[in-house]
């Protein structure tokens, strides 16, 4: 483990140096980590974000120096306290009774703006590869891009394709695409370099709900093949 | 009661202090682009702190009034007037029913934070009434004010009511912040900055440079970052030829600068790469970014972020600018030239400690007007 600066509000704890190799067993360990430090609530941290292989800490350092720290010492008080809450005795994390979430995709080429790319890329045709992206198993690696954005892993190697060298200016919400070796899913509308091959009616984020992604860091999933009209069914 | 917008400006939006605790569903920190700006404003009409103001961006701005509040602006070199009576910077002035405050400007910055007493009253979204122009929610309807919006305002506070009773006279307050505080943009700013995560990853010639040069402000920046041209910043492990992708970037530099088209104001997101895979040399994993961050696409040319950044980014990152300093970040504007300066974190930690302690003793010397 390893713990860097970032800024003097937040400090990144990391894990392993890389991910790739063993995506399951990190994402399990930043979890875990990510678990403990929530559990653990030390004062004056505000908030944690895991990615991959690291999770941040921010923290309100005003905070920390009213409850005690010393101004020079805020960084040194707060890396030891995570490491207590780090080292302390290996309890047992029950994994919530993990589910796999069903994502409603409608690969009909109106959504699917770069099937045939990703078919011609793989030299396979557009109908297989629907059958392999939804025939696949994903788990959700990290949230981030925009709100509710979920990087997956899980993504059939056959599939894997280069992202576009220019980046659309305007990619539809609900967008389900591929960059590289990596799927997601465009919460909102956005600018976006990945290979769109079919769109969800289902709303990855809404402000309104608690909590507001639909999908979180750790979630399995995959997914569902519809037709159009399932598609305006769901939509409305 | 309700401001009407009469004139909106280039982008003006509905901001407060931003959101704590959802960067884990990737949403930004947002806000105020300079936090103590809209606290010191807040302050300066009797509101609390976490209040919901405007932030206005470039060009001018028109606002009508329905009733009796106080306002109060800070940020760049504005002109604002009510009623041809010019406003300071960092005053708390009265308006009355059907007074319009124009705002104008601005003449160094690009920025503004205007509180009015009462607070802009939308409904919160995830903690904060702070517009996220990206993921389309918070402030009025999730976007920016246009010609004709009408904004709910909250009620007066006690503590603004006898202000107005104060004021009736000379309208303007004598009372002020001190005009660093108030007054943010400055012409060729130094920003304190703590190393970044990958620092040791750059070469010492990057170093010294980026620790000595100046970096000139490209026109492509927004909410999210300020893009930067100057010397390439090259990573030791860095074998690439001199970037095309850092001369094209300076030739459009060039060619904008010179009549600073406000037009192209706005960067393009891209996805970080998430978890790059094949172990490309210059890709990281992603991993958390924070405004402040500055990081190093493989270009060379920095991009400093600000509230509205992304939670996660893959460039690696190679300093930092401390909090204290991000209110003068926010005013950095095309044509700009900023240099970088190296702190410590305990520095950090004293400097805000230090501006903290001066800020509650404007708040003491605030609640002397409550008589």
Request: proline fraction near 6%; charge should be neutral; glycine fraction near 10%.
């Amino acid at each position: 483990m390893q713990i860097t600066a970032l800024g003097d509000s937040a400090l990144i704890v990391r894990l392993r140096d890389r991910f790739e190799d063993a995506p399951d067993e990190t994402l399990n360990e930043i979890l875990r980590t990510f678990r403990r430090l929530q559990e653990a609530a030390i004062p004056g941290v505000i908030e944690l974000a895991p990615a991959y292989t690291t999770v941040a800490v921010f923290f309100d350092p005003l905070r920390m120096i009213n409850d005690g720290a010393k101004p020079d010492g805020v960084i040194e008080l707060l890396v030891q306290r995570i490491g207590e809450v780090l080292a302390g005795g290996r309890r047992r994390h029950k994994r919530g009774a993990t589910h796999t979430a069903e994502i409603p995709v409608c690969y009909d080429l109106e959504f699917a703006m770069d099937l045939k790319r990703v078919a011609h890329h793989a030299q396979i045709s557009p109908s297989e590869v629907v059958d392999l992206h939804r025939g696949a198993e994903y788990r959700v690696n990290c949230i981030g891009f925009t709100p509710g954005f979920p990087y997956l892993t899980g993504l059939p190697d056959k599939l894997a394709t280069p992202r576009h060298t220019v980046p659309r200016k305007e990619i539809p919400a609900g967008s389900v695409a591929i960059g590289g070796a990596q799927a997601g899913i465009y919460p909102q509308k956005s600018p976006g370099g990945w290979n769109v091959i079919g769109r969800t009616p289902l709303r990855l984020f809404d402000p309104q709900r608690d909590p507001p992604a639909l999908l979180q860091t750790g979630d399995q999933m995959r997914f569902r093949k519809i037709t159009r009209e399932e598609f305006e069914s769901l939509n409305g | 009661m309700n401001v009407t917008v009469i004139r909106a400006g280039f982008l003006t939006t509905v901001q407060d202090l931003g959101r704590t605790g959802h960067r884990q569903f990737g949403v930004s920190s947002g806000g105020a682009l300079d936090l103590h700006a809209m606290r010191i404003a807040n302050l300066l009409v009797g509101n609390d702190e976490t209040a919901a103001g405007l932030e206005i961006t470039q060009r001018d701005v028109r606002l009508r009034f329905e009733d009796e509040r106080i306002i109060s602006w800070c940020g760049g070199v504005y002109k604002a007037s009510v009623a041809l009576r010019s406003i300071p910077a960092g005053h708390s002035t009265l308006v009355s029913a059907g007074d319009e405050l124009s705002i104008s400007g601005p003449q160094q910055g690009c920025r503004g934070w205007l509180a009015i007493s009462g607070g802009i009253a939308v409904v919160p979204v995830l903690g904060s009434r702070s517009t996220d122009l990206r993921g389309n929610f918070g402030g009025l309807g999730g976007r920016a004010l246009r010609d004709g919006d009408i904004v709910p305002l909250g009620k007066n506070s006690e503590r603004t009511n006898v202000w107005i009773d104060n004021l009736r006279a000379e309208r303007i307050a004598q009372w002020s912040a001190p005009q660093p505080w108030s007054q943010t943009a400055t012409a060729n700013p130094v920003l304190r900055v703590v190393r970044g995560a990958e620092w040791n990853g750059f070469n010492d010639v990057t170093l010294q440079r980026f620790a000595s040069e100046a970096f000139a402000v490209s026109p492509d920046s927004d909410r999210m970052g300020v893009r930067l041209a100057g010397p390439e910043l090259r990573r030791t492990d860095d074998v690439a030829e001199p970037g095309e992708a850092g001369q094209l970037f300076q030739e459009r530099l060039r060619a904008t600068s010179s009549e600073l088209n406000r037009k192209s104001w706005t960067t393009q997101p891209i996805e970080p790469i998430g978890c790059p895979s094949g172990g490309k040399r210059l890709d990281l994993v992603s991993e958390a970014v924070a405004p402040g961050t500055i990081q190093v696409p493989p270009s060379g040319m920095p991009i400093l972020l600000l509230g509205d950044c992304q939670t996660i980014g893959g460039y690696p990152k190679i300093a930092q600018v401390i909090t204290v300093d991000l209110s003068v970040a926010a005013q950095l504007c095309a044509g700009d030239h900023v240099r970088f300066s190296e702190v410590s974190i305990a520095d950090a930690h004293g400097l805000l400690l230090q501006r903290e302690r001066e800020l509650e003793r404007f708040r003491i010397g605030l609640s002397l007007h409550d008589s």
